[in-house]
C-alpha cells in the first residue's frame, strides 16, 4: 500500500523559511514523478515542484529561486525547502506520487506566512 505523510508545516514570518518533509512507503521510486502540489483558500490545487527519479526538476514560475525539491532515495523522503517566503504561499501543501498507474496524495501539512 502506497502511503505519503507530509510534515514540517508550521507559521513563519514573510522572508523566513521551512522545509517540508514526504515520507515514502510502498513506492518503487524509480517508478514515480514526486511532487509537491498546495492549495490556498478558495483557490485550487496548484503545481509547485516536481522531480523524477533522475533528478530532473520542474518548478511553477511563482516559487523559482526561492524553493528547492529533493530527494533522499535512502531514507524514502522527498524535501521541500522554501526560502524568501511571502503571505501568498500560504496554503495546504500536498506531497504527490505519480505514475502511469497510480497518483497518490498525502493528506497535507499548512504552511502559513505571516505579513
Known amino acids: 500500500q502506497v502511503q505519503l505523510v507530509e510534515s514540517g508545516g508550521g507559521v513563519v514570518q514573510a522572508g523566513g523559511s521551512l522545509r517540508l518533509s514526504c515520507a515514502h512507503s510502498?513506492?518503487?521510486?524509480?517508478?514515480?514523478?514526486m511532487g509537491w502540489y498546495r492549495q490556498a483558500p478558495g483557490k485550487q490545487r496548484e503545481l509547485v515542484a516536481t522531480?523524477?527519479?533522475?533528478?530532473?526538476?520542474n518548478y511553477a514560475d511563482s516559487v523559482k529561486g526561492r524553493f528547492t525539491i529533493s530527494r533522499d532515495n535512502a531514507k524514502y523522503t522527498i524535501y521541500l525547502q522554501m526560502n524568501s517566503l511571502k503571505p501568498e504561499d500560504t496554503a495546504v501543501y500536498y506531497c504527490?506520487?505519480?505514475?502511469?498507474?497510480?497518483?497518490?496524495w498525502g493528506q497535507g501539512t499548512l504552511v502559513t506566512v505571516s505579513s
Open positions: 510502498g513506492i518503487i521510486t524509480s517508478l514515480y514523478v
Open positions: 522531480i523524477t527519479s533522475g533528478g530532473i526538476t
Open positions: 504527490n506520487a505519480d505514475s502511469t498507474n497510480l497518483n497518490v
